[in-house]
């Protein structure tokens, strides 16, 4: 399993960013994909996930963030809206090879990370 991400960067509070996450090594269309996030001291946090059968958001995002995928290009993306300074934190993309979202960062394949900083 290999997971890129890009998109990350600093943006305005209330501005908007979309990461991208490229798979390979793995039947990506059969199994959920996702991300989770890590702010500096905190413990790790689901935020959203996309599998065939199901779509997870983590309270904290609902309502800003969108998850999508691309089965032809193997990439899943998180669009970001409305950002506040909380959601400051390194973003990954991860997957547990489960066929849905029940279980989607637990088991240690994610990608390098995407920073993502909100601040004015």
């Known amino acids: 399993v290999q997971l890129v991400e890009s998109g990350g960067g600093l943006v305005q509070p209330g501005g908007s960013l979309r990461l991208s996450c490229a798979a390979s090594?793995?039947?990506?269309?059969?199994?959920?994909i996702g991300w989770f996030r890590q702010a500096p001291g905190k413990e790790p946090e689901g935020v959203s996930c996309?599998?065939?059968?199901?779509?997870y958001y983590g309270d904290s995002v609902k309502g800003r963030f969108t998850i999508s995928r691309d089965n032809t290009k193997n990439t899943v993306y998180l669009h970001m809206n409305s950002l506040k300074p909380e959601d400051t934190a390194v973003y990954y993309c991860a997957t547990d090879l489960w066929t849905d979202c029940s279980h989607y960062y637990l088991d240690g394949n994610w990608g390098q990370g995407a920073q993502v900083t909100v601040s004015s």
């Open positions: 090594g793995f039947t990506f269309d059969a199994y959920g």
């Open positions: 996309i599998s065939n059968s199901d779509t």
